[in-house]
């Protein structure tokens, strides 16, 4: 019987197979990972920019909740006692101001916003925030309340059942609470009654808003609506605003025009910030931040002051009198540390170099504010 001979060209044309699969699998590795280093700081249009225009109205009204556990106001506020005598005459019931007590009611202020394109008929979110002392407005019933727009009109008429998001508990030795007990919403808790005068599809020209001015980002975008515009519709007047005019085949309906543009991806640019919060010991670190070359070191000096007092006491018989002597020692500690060469061209370099001097956020703040004076910070250093 003959012997099975080894044929070499099936391993090969396997190993050929698995090469090429491999080879396939880098280039989309590659081509994924260029797609998400391009893309990763593109924004939207719609994201850094808003529409001239389309802004939020400020609405706001004073009314009474009812309903409360003897959380409401006390007596001595006169207004909410005022607003119940003025409320009940108006439903035909005539009281003696003198006779109410106030404690199962609270005077509120209700505020809304209320969109542009917000129509009669359609709802809003309300808050409700207590005017007077009560504690809480928990279980609460928001009474029928007109919401009044900057011009004095009454645009929303607001009512129904307080939701919040906390509790207080009281007893005679202890209280516990969570969160604020005298601010609630109502979800869908204002009927709109009037709308805004504003024609969104008869303007001529749209004004686009950029949240953060910049004069690279303005130009960026100005290129990118042209493009996809095919013409020259846009035009920046400064670092922050773009003139849009309406090409002719959009005129009486934006809507369109807006939706194929606000998705245009932009890379905004911005300058170099770093932004200090001194109450909490935050620092935000902009990623175009650099610094400079320059040698540090931060070292902190700590004294530690004791008190205490020892008592000198008399023999037996001696006539002497019992005192008290103090004594103070004070200590002092200061961490010696070494120069320390940091040189970030980069963010990463710069957080390694910090964070290699065992700076903690307080001492960061410190260095940043010293490199800044120094002028080896290449960033704008804003402090809240």
């Given at each position: 019987?003959?012997?099975?001979?080894?044929?070499?060209?099936?391993?090969?044309?396997?190993?050929s197979?698995?090469?090429?699969?491999?080879?396939?699998?880098?280039?989309?590795?590659a081509?994924?990972?260029?797609?998400?280093?391009?893309?990763?700081?593109?924004?939207?249009?719609?994201?850094i920019?808003?529409?001239s225009?389309?802004?939020?109205?400020?609405?706001?009204?004073?009314?009474l909740?009812?309903?409360?556990?003897?959380?409401g106001?006390?007596?001595?506020?006169?207004?909410?006692?005022?607003?119940?005598?003025?409320?009940?005459?108006?439903?035909?019931?005539?009281?003696?101001?003198?006779?109410?007590?106030?404690?199962?009611?609270?005077?509120?202020?209700?505020?809304?916003q209320?969109?542009?394109?917000?129509?009669?008929?359609?709802?809003?979110?309300?808050?409700?925030?207590?005017?007077?002392?009560?504690?809480?407005?928990?279980?609460?019933?928001?009474?029928?309340?007109?919401?009044?727009?900057?011009?004095?009109?009454?645009?929303?008429i607001?009512?129904?059942?307080?939701?919040?998001?906390?509790?207080?508990?009281?007893?005679?030795?202890?209280?516990?609470?969570?969160?604020?007990?005298?601010?609630?919403i109502?979800?869908?808790?204002?009927?709109?009654?009037?709308?805004?005068?504003?024609?969104?599809?008869?303007?001529?020209?749209?004004?686009?808003?950029?949240?953060?001015?910049?004069f690279?980002?303005?130009?960026?975008?100005?290129?990118?609506?042209?493009?996809?515009?095919?013409?020259?519709?846009?035009?920046?007047?400064?670092?922050?605003?773009?003139?849009?005019?309406?090409?002719?085949?959009?005129?009486?309906?934006?809507?369109?025009?807006?939706?194929?543009?606000?998705?245009?991806?932009i890379?905004?640019?911005?300058?170099?910030?770093?932004?200090?919060?001194?109450?909490?010991?935050?620092?935000?670190?902009?990623?175009?931040v650099?610094?400079?070359?320059?040698?540090?070191?931060?070292?902190?000096?700590?004294?530690?002051?004791?008190?205490?007092?020892?008592?000198?006491?008399?023999?037996?018989?001696s006539?002497?009198?019992?005192?008290v002597?103090?004594?103070?020692?004070?200590?002092?500690?200061?961490?010696?540390?070494?120069?320390?060469m940091?040189?970030?061209?980069?963010?990463?370099?710069?957080?390694?170099?910090?964070?290699?001097?065992?700076?903690?956020?307080?001492?960061?703040?410190s260095?940043?504010?010293?490199?800044?004076?120094?002028?080896?910070?290449?960033?704008?250093?804003?402090?809240?």
């Amino acid at each position: 019987m003959a012997t099975p001979r080894y044929i070499p060209h099936h391993d090969t044309a396997l190993t050929s197979v698995i090469a090429r699969a491999g080879l396939m699998l880098l280039v989309c590795l590659a081509m994924f990972a260029t797609f998400f280093t391009v893309g990763a700081n593109a924004a939207r249009i719609k994201d850094i920019a808003s529409v001239s225009g389309l802004r939020n109205n400020q609405l706001v009204g004073y009314g009474l909740v009812v309903g409360l556990s003897g959380t409401g106001d006390k007596r001595g506020s006169e207004f909410t006692i005022q607003s119940m005598v003025n409320m009940l005459e108006k439903l035909g019931v005539r009281v003696q101001q003198a006779a109410l007590k106030p404690k199962n009611v609270a005077a509120v202020m209700v505020t809304a916003q209320m969109p542009a394109s917000a129509r009669a008929g359609s709802t809003l979110d309300i808050h409700v925030s207590s005017l007077g002392d009560a504690t809480s407005l928990l279980g609460g019933e928001l009474l029928l309340t007109p919401l009044k727009g900057i011009d004095g009109n009454i645009y929303a008429i607001a009512q129904g059942s307080l939701l919040l998001g906390g509790f207080s508990v009281a007893g005679a030795g202890a209280t516990a609470q969570k969160n604020s007990t005298t601010v609630a919403i109502i979800p869908n808790g204002a009927s709109i009654e009037r709308e805004v005068p504003f024609d969104f599809n008869s303007q001529s020209s749209i004004t686009l808003n950029l949240k953060t001015p910049d004069f690279s980002t303005v130009m960026n975008m100005v290129g990118k609506i042209n493009d996809t515009l095919s013409g020259p519709f846009a035009q920046a007047s400064d670092a922050s605003t773009i003139k849009l005019n309406v090409p002719p085949q959009h005129k009486g309906n934006l809507v369109p025009l807006l939706a194929s543009i606000e998705n245009i991806e932009i890379t905004p640019q911005s300058r170099a910030r770093v932004v200090v919060d001194e109450k909490t010991g935050t620092v935000v670190l902009g990623q175009d931040v650099q610094l400079s070359r320059v040698a540090i070191t931060h070292g902190n000096l700590q004294i530690l002051v004791t008190e205490s007092a020892q008592v000198s006491q008399p023999l037996p018989f001696s006539e002497g009198q019992t005192v008290v002597v103090p004594d103070t020692t004070i200590a002092t500690q200061e961490q010696n540390r070494k120069l320390k060469m940091v040189e970030g061209a980069t963010l990463q370099e710069l957080v390694q170099g910090l964070n290699a001097l065992g700076a903690t956020p307080r001492d960061l703040i410190s260095v940043l504010r010293t490199l800044q004076a120094a002028g080896a910070l290449y960033a704008d250093l804003e402090v809240i």
